[in-house]
């Protein structure tokens, strides 16, 4: 296909918009029929990495030493570390890691996985035990009263977690109630759907496949297009 120069992928000081016409896969050291997409980190600005692992059957790859956070995206894949039974991981299912548990993710078919790293800052020196969940079956919570737009929180809310990561579900037409400037930062991976990403004085078409970073402080708003 003739891209003839053109993309939807921005890079600029306060935020990357990465489209998958763009992605270049390379493998990460210690994987194993598996490539990843990096996505952020420190090389562009960002403060923790993401990535996206993309593993044949019985591919495989070594989490780092910071804590992870691990998401599939589809496929089927096991988790194993070592002070914990191996946890089978399907779509939806996500497992977070405090630092240096030496875990390896090993793919059972096929899988897409989604992964968050980032230096773990101890609050009060206390550092939680590796957790497991569904996204499927985390309750959704209404933005600001808004039942259009739904949250569910994948980690418990404390601060010894030293990062969330939530996912936003809206109805189309959907939007969020203002737009937001804040210290923190975000990854952002679009799961469904399409709509309209405000990003500082740019204004981007989104959809499915996208990965967004938001720098501190960058002007952020979405809203939903399509049914
Ligand atoms: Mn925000």
Redesign the pocket.
């Given at each position: 296909m003739q891209h003839l120069g053109h993309t939807r992928s921005s890079y600029q000081r306060d935020h990357l918009l990465h489209t998958p016409d763009t992605f270049v896969r390379a493998p990460l050291p210690g994987m194993r029929n598996a490539t990843a997409i990096v996505h952020a980190g420190p090389a562009m600005g960002a403060g923790f990495t993401q990535y996206t692992v993309e593993l044949e059957r019985d591919g495989s790859f070594p989490l780092g030493k910071a804590q992870s956070f691990v998401y599939v995206i589809d496929g089927v894949v096991n988790c194993a570390e070592n002070k914990c039974a191996e946890n089978r991981l399907s779509a939806g299912h996500y497992a977070w890691l405090p630092p240096d548990r030496a875990a390896h993710i090993t793919a059972a078919e096929p899988a897409r996985v989604a992964v968050i790293e980032k230096p773990h800052s101890a609050w009060n020196g206390v550092v939680p035990g590796p957790i497991t969940g569904d996204e499927r079956s985390t309750p959704a919570k209404p933005m600001l009263g808004d039942e259009a737009v739904e949250v569910r929180t994948l980690l418990p809310d404390d601060p010894a977690f030293d990062c969330a990561v939530n996912t936003m579900t809206f109805q189309p037409g959907a939007t969020l109630p203002m737009v937001?400037i804040?210290i923190?930062e975000?990854g952002l991976l679009m799961l469904e759907g399409a709509g309209i990403y405000r990003l500082g004085e740019h204004w981007y078409p989104v959809k499915a496949g996208d990965f967004i970073w938001?720098a501190p402080y960058c002007p952020?708003w979405f809203g939903a297009l399509g049914k």
């Open positions: 937001e804040h923190m975000h938001m952020q």
